[in-house]
């Protein structure tokens, strides 16, 4: 207690309630009799034990390792009235001595005389004991940690490293929490698994060292352990998502964290209640999910199902016997070949079982069970060789009594307060005393270290002997790595089998057909067929069935000599195959954080217009940054005359391209991704409200507003001749006339429902991707449905359409054998018939463009795919440098590509602009004014003027793009006339020697 003073004229003064505490409340007595002792045989808490002492409030307990109190350290500062306190944080062969005082407000008494003790099996405890730990060949200890931090803070978990000794070597902290047993894969690598950040879950990878090597993001969440195999693969249980329904997969990723294949549990489609994965000898994978045993070969490909299966359970997990039969725990015991067959089934009865739990399997081909308050050992046959109630202790759970065999015959289960050690014959021998419950598995090494994790943390003590390694399952994971494996000698992987390169841009990838087991591709590459001329050029990521050459003279073709590698050797080399990369420029990235979804808009002098974060940003045909302004956000819309049309802020904004404000209209109440659509005359229709549809001039006067009462209205859209085209949400089309006045309204026989704007073409058809029903649907200008695409999900994306009136478009289907979900892109022909298909792969809808060269470019997840138009042959694709695509691609009339990607704007450089359809990409134009252009061509001729210098002689009533070339390939922006009355000499630049070719375009 501190006591308080005032003092007066120098004297000081105990205030009057002190002392009356202190006389009437003195300092406690001397403890006496202090008793310090072990239980025996297995004592590992040293426990005290004294007398009562008088006006003590509660006592402090100390400790030291040798009899000098003043050495010595506080254990517990308020041990309570009990006269009694457990210490469980002592090492083997260390006596410690222990004193005990009394408090009170008056203060501590004095100390009592020591006491001393020891215990010898007991090595250190750790604070974290959440999962079972994993242990190194070099003794090192790896435990995996739900949190770090405490309740009410982030959940921040982590793996934390031990040395043999106890000693704290790293800790990696993660931003979510770490769920379930780590596993160590060969090469030393610490595999894990967390929730993670929106709701998704992480597959993730450290090295000795506790850094990051990688993160793999898997669906939605993991079930159960890592289990990691002889190449290091690691096998997990997904929770997909798929039509509205939970399933589990069993996933598969290489030692470098890609994704080698999943695959769906078949009996996860009734009960999805989790798995674990064990690994046979041969690489076999096998799992259990609802009542179906399934059997995966290392490359994916399903081995066997039993399915029906009345007496497994979800997530009861398999071990093996010496014969690589697969067994299974109480109440029933099970073995099955590896062949499938079910070799014995049989009750065990007599036995209170509560749990089901993982058994172990002896190098005599025994099992041990344990159950509630009993041990249970059967033989070969299923049959009962002994039972152990284990008087009145009671199991610590399910999870955590996983029996542990080690070398001289001995059974370790943990129960409540103790772990118990069994001998061969289920007699107990003694009880390693534990002050926590266990809460995991236990888990033996080899030189006989026995490692228990808790609910008060993870404890080190000494076996009686080391784990029996000869025996086919020895302990929970079968081994102190945690791997679930059982896997037999490395093998050398076969030679490739080498597939069609693949054509891509900059590049060239040759693939190979699926191995049967995990190894990466060495690719070597020469210019003649003769091998002694090729170079190792390329080395792909262990798993992955390709390998790429980045360094490639596009156009040039090479040849091309692979082989496999693994940690079990290298196979003989296959090929050659010949291959050339496709020339694709890059011509700039732009940064541009916060890049919204929406494509940008190109402007016919070619500057370019896009939003980040909270800024509207203009830039220049070379990327760079032309000017921004703070404050505005959405999705840039350019009228003919240039002018940018931006719905931001709940308003819509006119600004000229110097990005001064024209005019603005307030109080708009509707989506801001309901875009406007711009006429050629610079009108700009819109909605408002999202039942409202308005038209303004290109000066902001507004021409006409229309109400549709409750009825939500979709982003419109402007055809050939002028009529607006929408979709009234729930009922059907909508066209009116460009004064605003109906021409007709059809409701549909079927709802459109969508938010997007119709797709025109040059006769009028609408082309609706919908929600409900979930389809492409081709409507007459009449409103008469002329065909429909059916799609098992939403068409979240417009088709484009081609000169011939062919639709192209994207959407998904389901393979119903496992509800699994695959991307098309399709050709519609006119009558609605499929001249082609092709799956991409991607479950994300891709985007549409379409160039006059018959090349149909689409985005899907990261790739940017180039189609021929004619068949649906792939020409060419190219993940983006930059990661996700998030819009379509926008294609300029000088054959400029831009793709929105994370964080900027990515411009690669083509060959040709837009194809001459009516709508032949998003919104229909680079401007995005979702308006069929209808202007005057502009006209134009090569004429010298007096100094004998070329010009360009135009006459543009409605403006015109001037484009320039050298080689009629590569087209550039030479600039923009604005729309004249007459005609008007646009000056030619010679710039060199070489002739200059010119192409004239509305725009």
Partial sequence: MRHLYRTWTGVALLLGAAIASAQTNPIPETVSNLVATVQSPGGTVIHLSWDSTASADSYEVWRGTNADVTAGEPLETNAASSLQFGDDTTRAGT?????????????????????QASQTNQFWRAPYGDFSPEVAGDGTVYEGVIRLVPWPGPPQGGIIAYSEDGSQLWV???????????ALAPDGRIVFQTPSLGGGAAVKSLDGDGRLIWSSLLTTELWQDVCVDAYGTAWVISDHVAGGMGFLYLDALSSDGVLLWSQPLQG????????????????TGYTVSGSVLEAFYPNGDIRWTSASLPVLRAGLPPVFNQNGELLFGGPWYERFSPDESLVASNRLAGLAWTYQTEPVVGADGRAYFATFKAVACVDTNGLICWTNHLDSLTAGGSYACVPVLDKAGNIYVPVTGAVAILDHDGALIEQLELAHLPDAPLVLTADGRLYVPTDGGLYSFRALAGLDTSAPWPMYRHDPAGTASVQGPLQAPAPPVLLAPTPYANRVRIPCRATSVPAALELFRGTTTNFEDATLVATGRSGELFADDTNTVPGVTYFYWACLENAGGTSTLSGPVEAAAVDVPVKWFASVPGL?????????????????????????????????????????VLSPGNAIILRAA???????SAGATNWVVEDLTSWASLLPAVGEDGTVVFNPADTELMAVSADGTTLWRTNYDNYSLTTPSIGADGSIVLVRDGRGIIRLNADGTESFVVDAPEYYRTSLAPVLDSEGTAYLPCGTPRSLSAVLSDGTNKWQLPSSQNIQTPPVVGPDGEVYAAYI?????????????????????????????????ASLALSSDGVLFATAGTTLFALSADDGQILWQMPSPNGQVFGAPVLDYDGTLYLPVTNGLLALQLKAGPAASAWPMYRQNPRQSACIQRLTAPQAHVAWSSTRQPELQLLAPGGAIILR?????????????????????????????????????PP
């Fill in 268 to 283: 996860s489609i009734d009960l999805p209640l989790g798995a674990h994965v064990a690994i046979g000898q041969d690489g």
């Fill in 813 to 845: 289907t389901y393979v119903y054998t496992w509800l699994t979900v695959h991307q098309y892109l399709a050709a519609i022909a006119p009558d609605g018939s499929l001249s082609w298909t092709l799956a991409i792969g991607e479950t994300n809808q």
């Fill in 95 to 115: 006596t410690y001595s222990y004193w005990v005082r009394g408090v009170n407000q008056a203060g501590p008494g004095a100390f009592s005389a020591p006491a």
């Fill in 172 to 182: 990696y902290r993660d931003e979510e929490s770490v769920v379930g047993t780590p």
């Fill in 965 to 1001: 070339s050298r080689d009629l390939q590569a087209w550039q922006h030479d600039g923009f006339q604005s729309a004249t009355t007459g005609p008007v000499l646009w000056p030619i630049d010679p710039g060199g020697q070489s002739a200059s070719f010119f192409l004239v375009l």
């Fill in 650 to 656: 709940g308003q819509l904004y006119s600004l000229s």
């Fill in 596 to 636: 919204t979804a929406n494509p940008p808009a190109i402007a016919p002098d070619g500057a370019i217009y896009t939003c980040g974060t909270n800024s509207l940003l203009a830039l220049n045909t070379d990327g760079a940054v032309r000017w921004q302004i703070p404050g505005l956000t959405g999705s840039p």
